[in-house]
């Protein structure tokens, strides 16, 4: 078994480059339509693990979480456009809010329903899971980093993420064919959608150019020195409860951080490659934190496969009632589920496949449920933390 740490780094960095590099082959594109990118960079260095050619404890991945995790959301909540989100309009941002309060309803339904079969860490994963399940992955890792989450436990999040969320992707396409008969259930009005997708087209091109060495070094700096002063300044802050722990307020302050950058010209820096940077940084947390987990007690807990089923079930029902009461029509529910459950890798797609022309509308509602993830996941963290006594 490989011991060296930087031998062990540099084989993740290995895994997560093939995976991106076999992603684009078209051959291989069904394969990765149906299992993303990011289920492979988490599962082959599970399978690694499990063969014994990976070590499940070592220095680096702790080290990986603490630094790279706080750098890599720096750069990815730096592109949130937060005024153009706001142009998105009432019902667009009404249907994400319904989303995400499904999805949090849904973890404080799931908990009371499975509590004693889920394990003493039900309330942490179902937490992580409501971070995923409205923002995305990065905002699973943050949750779970935040609130001390167990590898272990957080390989079953991962993989209820994918297999449920997924599965729910699949639906939500099909569903797409039944427009005409929801609206008209919906009692919905379309005229909006074709001006929202016309303006916020145009803002996805505005600052896109070629990285120089120049904008990758300040964006590594910038990065790193956000990700040192909160994590300094989150171990002075004194604990609240079980979730606001010292690890919790660096990501707290990190993530208000990145969101304060990105109302600054900085966020034009997004353009030059800062998201793409830190998901480089995000994967390769991904691929240490798939390492350590052990595939034996994944398959030993089904019934986390069912909780996420409930979770999926009381989103739905709730994003369907708000759109139903604002009259606003079924492409939010496409497109908002799936900025939702999705994130930023699957809502443009989804969104496109409700109404030609409107992926950005799906990719900016993912960018809504990345800024709030965090947030909302320690919340109901700690309300599932008082539910579970």
Request: charged residues 10%; aromatic residues 6%; hydrophobic residues 60%.
């Amino acid at each position: 078994m490989i011991s060296d740490p930087f031998v062990v780094l540099a084989l993740l960095a290995a895994v997560v480059a093939g995976v991106l590099q076999l992603e684009r082959l078209p051959a291989l594109e069904p394969l990765f339509r149906r299992l993303p990118a990011v289920f492979w960079i988490y599962v082959l260095p599970m399978l690694a693990t499990s063969a014994g050619l990976l070590p499940a404890a070592s220095p680096l991945y702790p080290a990986v979480t603490r630094y790279l995790l706080p750098a890599s959301l720096v750069l990815i909540l730096l592109s949130s456009d937060l005024r153009a989100i706001a142009q998105l309009g009432p019902r667009a941002l009404g249907a994400m809010a319904a989303a995400s309060a499904g999805v949090a309803l849904g973890a404080v339904v799931a908990l009371t329903l499975f509590r004693d079969a889920l394990g003493p860490e039900a309330w942490k994963g179902l937490a992580a899971l409501t971070g995923t399940w409205i923002g995305g992955s990065a905002n699973l890792l943050a949750v779970s980093g935040a609130l001390g989450l167990s590898p272990d436990a957080q390989g079953v999040a991962i993989v209820v993420d994918t297999l449920v969320g997924y599965s729910w992707m699949g639906i939500l396409v099909a569903l797409s064919s039944r427009q005409p008969r929801l609206d008209r259930w919906l009692r919905a009005d379309r005229g909006e959608l074709a001006a929202i997708g016309g303006r916020l087209a145009a803002r996805l091109e505005r600052d896109r150019r070629p990285t120089s060495s120049r904008d990758a070094t300040f964006l590594v700096g910038l990065a790193l020195g956000a990700a040192a002063l909160a994590l300094a300044i989150g171990q002075r802050l004194p604990p609240l409860a079980e979730v606001l722990t010292p690890a919790a307020w660096s990501i707290l302050l990190l993530t208000t951080f990145g969101l304060a950058l990105s109302l600054t010209p900085l966020a034009r820096l997004d353009g030059a490659g800062a998201s793409s940077l830190g998901y480089a940084g995000f994967y390769l947390l991904l691929a240490s934190v798939g390492a350590q987990a052990d595939i034996a007690r994944l398959v030993a807990r089904p019934l986390w496969v069912a909780a996420g089923v409930t979770v999926i079930a009381v989103h739905a029902l709730c994003l369907a009632v708000a759109l139903r009461l604002m009259r606003a029509p079924s492409f939010f529910f496409g497109a908002a589920s799936q900025a939702a459950i999705g994130g930023y890798a699957s809502a443009p797609l989804v969104a496109e496949v409700w109404q030609r022309g409107l992926a950005p509308v799906g990719l900016l509602l993912a960018v809504v449920g990345n800024v709030a993830g965090t947030y909302v996941g320690l919340a109901v963290g700690q309300l599932l933390a008082a539910l579970g006594r």
